[in-house]
């Protein structure tokens, strides 16, 4: 196995022998396989191990087992604590979620704090294969499918080719000593539940079980392949981006054979878990929106648009001076003539029929403004209806106000009460800060 597991190295992950690499050890068989086998390697390792204090005296165990080690085998070794169930309990998580979340948040910091170059972590080709079923239970698409990748950022998994009967037998061979979690007997777990019946059944059924799983990954990897790159294609033809928004082309969405599944491809690293509720949104009405986490997708008219989750801003700011940089810089000056005509990023005022102080809100129901063109008033919600303004475009648009009058609507159109005229004494421009 380590001439195997050389040759792995050097034909797969050559990058591992110039780097500083950080193994994650949790005094098991896997992970203490490893450590012998970096350490016969020549690589250059330290070791981090993660106290979670959830078996007693166990885990007290565990954790000098591996301070020895370290010291027998001059190994520089980090190892922290945790209060595991206090974290789970606060942050509403499983006792398995807040154990990753705890250990990889530590680990990332070991990275960054000692110029580390890579998490190694022991997981091997039976790990793989329990992920894929237990993702497969639950329901899953090729993520879930194609199992945990040998390399994904800055964490590399050097056993993913190696079987656990293959690591045993060499750990036996090699007199390596390694600590027994007493949890991995216990059936409470899903994972434990395929290890202890489902999959001895199914290599007793296929004894080159294993070997079939990894050719299948194999096959599923390369279909994951192809279909990222048609999706990187097609989203060209669908999708505009526009500052931090995404606008999805429905009718250039439905030409498609599977549109579902690129929906499903684009929006999968949003959050967004409603898939059914997203897919009828192309035939919803506008203004229909469906929620994540952090993002919000909103049907309007044609398109389909992503945009973050903003915290609505209704307060109402007052311009002091001549310039204010909250929540859209504006700059007010007096000119003596009008050098350039008015246009959507500034207008020309006469000062005598300005207010003070100015100020700044967003769209009320029953505003109302005087533009040119029209007699009378017209409601700011009809110019936006009029002007086939999105909802996130109404969200955002504010106005500037005098004595309750809207001067503009910032960015778009004014109001010609305020405009200059030849009667005009003191000409003021109002401009948009770039």
């Not at 059936?187 to 489902?198: E, S």
Request: net charge neutral.
């Amino acid at each position: 196995m380590l001439l195997k597991f050389q040759k792995h190295l050097a034909e797969n992950l050559p990058f591992l022998k110039e780097k500083k690499l950080l193994l994650a050890l949790s005094g098991g068989l896997d992970s203490m396989v490893l450590a012998y086998l970096l350490k016969e390697s020549g690589c250059n390792f330290t070791m981090a191990h993660c106290n979670f204090q959830l078996r007693g005296n166990e885990s007290d165990g565990d954790e000098k087992f591996i301070r020895d080690f370290a010291s027998q085998n001059k190994i520089e070794l980090f190892v922290t604590r945790f209060d595991t169930e206090s974290f789970a309990t606060d942050n509403k998580l499983s006792i398995q979620v807040a154990a990753r979340q705890l250990r990889y948040i530590w680990f990332y910091q070991l990275l960054e704090e000692n110029k580390l170059d890579y998490i190694l972590t022991a997981h091997h080709l039976d790990d793989n294969l329990e992920t894929f079923l237990i993702n497969l239970t639950r329901g899953t698409g090729l993520d879930g499918l194609t199992g945990i990748l040998d390399k994904n950022n800055r964490i590399v998994r050097p056993l993913l080719n190696f079987s656990r009967e293959e690591i045993r037998n060499f750990a036996v061979e090699n007199k390596i000593e390694w600590r027994e979690d007493s949890s991995n007997a216990s059936d409470k777990y899903l994972r434990n539940k395929l290890r202890h019946d489902i999959i001895p059944m199914l290599k007793s059924l296929n004894p080159s079980f294993l070997d079939s799983f990894q050719d299948t990954l194999n096959n599923l990897q390369q279909a994951k392949s192809l279909a990222e790159d048609a999706s990187v294609l097609v989203y060209k033809q669908v999708v505009s981006e526009k500052e931090n928004q995404k606008h999805f082309n429905i009718s250039e969405l439905k030409r498609l054979a599977n549109y579902k599944a690129y929906l499903y491809e684009w929006l999968k690293p949003f959050g967004f878990r409603a898939w059914e509720d997203i897919y009828e949104l192309t035939e919803a009405q506008s203004g229909k929106i469906i929620l994540s986490e952090n993002y919000r997708l909103l049907k309007d008219r044609e398109y389909l648009i992503l945009e973050p989750v903003k915290e609505k801003d209704s307060g109402i700011y007052e311009i002091i001076g001549n310039e204010i940089k909250t929540p859209i810089p504006l700059k007010i000056s007096e000119t003596d003539q009008i050098i350039k005509a008015s246009d959507t990023h500034r207008i020309y005022v006469d000062k005598e029929t300005l207010k003070f102080p100015l100020h700044i809100r967003k769209w009320q129901e029953g505003d109302y403004f005087c533009p040119t063109g029209i007699d009378g008033k017209k409601k700011i919600s009809k110019y936006f209806k009029d002007e086939k303004m999105s909802l996130s475009e109404k969200e955002n648009t504010w106005l500037l106000i005098s004595d309750n009058k809207i001067v503009w609507i910032i960015g778009k159109r004014s109001d010609r009460r305020f405009y200059v005229s030849n009667t005009t004494q003191q000409i003021l421009k109002i401009e948009i800060l770039k």
